[in-house]
């Protein structure tokens, strides 16, 4: 089975800190993946990545950056955390191409006082 | 630009009852679908998807759902609910015409009540 896993599952910061949130996934997949949850918006893209040092901005790349040094690890940084985001943040893998389905990591739930 | 739309974002269903969890979607090329369920506190699962072929697709736990290319629709079903089905489920698309990744509906809470 694919294991996608993610380094918190709950992780409180405050206004202005740099966090990180890690993603490793166990497959060799080459496409990994960045959303945030919010109730009623669904999942958002953030960013994605289709190989090692390539990143592509997703729908809602401000704010956030993202790094992947290694294959089976893509991790998201917030430079300056801010109230607007708090949110569920899910890291997905997948193997190429668009009609493959992604598997999703369980979650970190990011709160920013 | 590619979109998806859940009309409905509660449903409620008895036990035995069969349900329909309805997505509409929006893309230039030939879509691909899938739908995916999301328990409490846990990431998403892969149910289904479509991307070419028989329109009745089969999934995990008993699911299916029926791709209408006139009415652009991929909405879920499953023949009899159990409480065990209560969850958030997501659809979403993808344009197989580009590289754009995933577009998630909003989301449709299914509670199966005994």
């Known amino acids: 089975d694919v294991k996608v896993t993610q380094s918190s599952r709950y992780l409180v910061k405050r206004t202005g800190e740099k966090v990180f949130l890690e993603c490793v996934q166990d497959m060799d997949h080459e496409n990994m993946f960045w959303y945030r949850q919010d109730p009623g918006l669904g999942l958002r893209l953030i960013y994605f990545?289709?190989?090692?040092?390539?990143?592509e901005k997703g729908d809602i790349p401000e704010g956030y950056s993202v790094s992947r040094e290694k294959k089976e690890r893509f991790s998201l940084i917030l430079e300056s955390a801010s109230t607007n985001q708090t949110s569920m943040y899910l890291c997905?893998?997948?193997?190429?191409?668009?009609?493959?389905?992604?598997?999703f990591g369980p979650g970190t739930r990011l709160t920013v006082l | 630009a590619q979109s998806v739309a859940q009309p409905e974002d509660q449903v409620n269903v008895a036990e035995g009852n069969p349900l329909t969890v309805k997505c509409t979607y929006s893309?230039?090329?030939?879509?691909?679908l899938f739908w995916y369920v999301q328990y409490p506190n846990r990431g998403l699962q892969f149910l289904l998807k479509?991307?070419?072929?028989?329109?009745l697709v089969k999934g995990s736990y008993g699911f299916e759902a029926e791709f209408n290319k006139s009415q652009t629709s991929f909405h879920l079903k499953k023949p009899s609910a159990l409480v065990s089905d209560s969850a958030l489920y997501f659809c979403?698309?993808?344009?197989?015409?580009?590289?754009?990744?995933?577009?998630f509906g909003s989301g449709t809470q299914l509670t199966v009540l005994p």
């Open positions: 893309v230039s090329g030939n879509p691909y």
């Open positions: 990545s289709y190989d090692v040092k390539m990143k």
């Open positions: 479509y991307i070419t072929g028989d329109n």
């Open positions: 979403a698309v993808s344009d197989s015409g580009s590289a754009r990744q995933l577009t």
């Open positions: 997905a893998s997948s193997i190429q191409g668009s009609y493959n389905e992604q598997f």
